[in-house]
């Protein structure tokens, strides 16, 4: 299970993002006097990117018609509140330690927005992330579970895609790398339990950080 090049999600997968991210929601639905929602609640709401995420929280999604101006404050909240809890999983530091000790490749690519995924990244990674890549459809790059912001970080890695992998914690994962023509190894800590990313095609599965360097 040695390969060259690493490509990491974030949420769920390296950063336990979770608190922050239902703190952010709930403060948007305050705000706008709409129902809050329950931590559990959100953690199955997570995995298609932050629009997707709040037209899951608010009633009737996008057709709500405060519905933008709610996205809006959680954007707002989430940028300056995206580090009060939230940590790396036990025993990511290390391993990402050890691929750079051993030579490897990192990069994380996320579908939460672009300006996040590079802060968190900075914060948390800084000498280990080589490249983070966050969702920017601005710029014409698809999200996941399209291959194009992984095939955007192999690029700026200048690496092919032999010997690279796809580690994730989601269904979105598994979808991902598929399109990516990468193989995928789906992690047991995150947003998604095993019987869930089973029913979604996962075939390779590791329970701790640690297994990604065997």
Known sequence: MSYQTYIFDL????????????????YAMRTHGMPEHSVDEVCRFVGNGVRRL????????????AFEAAFA????????????????YEGIPE????????????????????AATKELC??????????????????????KPAPDTVLQALSQ??????????????????????????????VLWGFRDREFLLAHGAETFVSQPLELLL
């Open 157 to 186: 890695l200048e690496v092919g895609q032999e010997g690279a992998v796809y580690v994730g914690d989601s269904d979105v994962d598994i979808q991902t790398a598929r399109n990516s023509g990468l193989p995928c190894i789906s």
């Open 54 to 65: 709040m037209e899951r929280a608010v009633p009737g999604g996008a057709d709500h018609p």
């Open 122 to 143: 900075r914060h948390f990674f800084p000498d280990t992330i080589e490249v983070a890549v966050g969702e920017h459809e601005a710029e014409g790059i698809r999200k």
């Open 11 to 26: 949420d769920g997968t390296l950063l336990d993002t979770l608190g922050d991210l239902a703190a952010s929601v709930n």
């Open 95 to 114: 391993m990402l330690q050890e691929l750079k000790r051993r030579g490897r490749h990192t990069a994380v690519v996320s579908n939460k927005f672009d």
């Open 73 to 88: 404050t959680f954007r707002r909240h989430y940028m300056e509140h995206s580090l009060d809890t939230t940590r790396p």
